[in-house]
């Protein structure tokens, strides 16, 4: 069965970094997607970014290009969330998430963030002001 584990989530100063991890099992690193995803209190979930296991395309929302930074290590069937420059409003639980196919570069915002089958339980970030 696929298990995907979040972990590295903590408290930091707005300005600071952090470094999330997901360690994937159940599965062969193949023609899939990895997302992060995140979600605050009383507000719905929303994509952060995602990265083709196979050829390491990657796609990021516009509220975190240029700050954060997806990776996968796929010896090690974990994907990284580098996450600089941390603001207040990127608090939130941050999920990762699986898909059984890979994106297009022509894809949609929404496309790059539908049809995640597999999830993690989820780690969380605070970043205070």
């Known amino acids: 069965e696929v298990q995907l584990v979040e972990s590295g989530g903590g408290l930091v100063q707005a300005g600071g970094s952090l470094r999330l991890s997901c360690a994937a099992s159940g599965f062969t690193f193949d023609d899939y997607a990895i997302g992060w995803f995140r979600q605050a209190p009383g507000k719905e979930r929303e994509g952060v970014s995602c990265?083709?296991?196979?050829?390491?395309?990657?796609y990021y929302a516009d509220s975190v290009e240029g700050r954060f930074t997806i990776s996968s290590d796929n010896a090690k069937s974990t994907v990284f969330l580098q996450m600089n420059s941390l603001k207040p409003e990127d608090t939130a639980v941050y999920y990762c998430?699986?898909?059984?196919?890979?994106?297009?570069?022509?894809?949609?915002?929404?496309?790059?963030?539908?049809?995640?089958?597999?999830w993690g339980r989820g780690t969380q970030v605070t970043v205070s002001s």
């Open positions: 990265i083709n296991l196979s050829d390491a395309y990657t």
């Open positions: 998430a699986l898909k059984l196919m890979a994106h297009r570069r022509y894809y949609s915002d929404y496309e790059h963030f539908v049809d995640f089958g597999s």
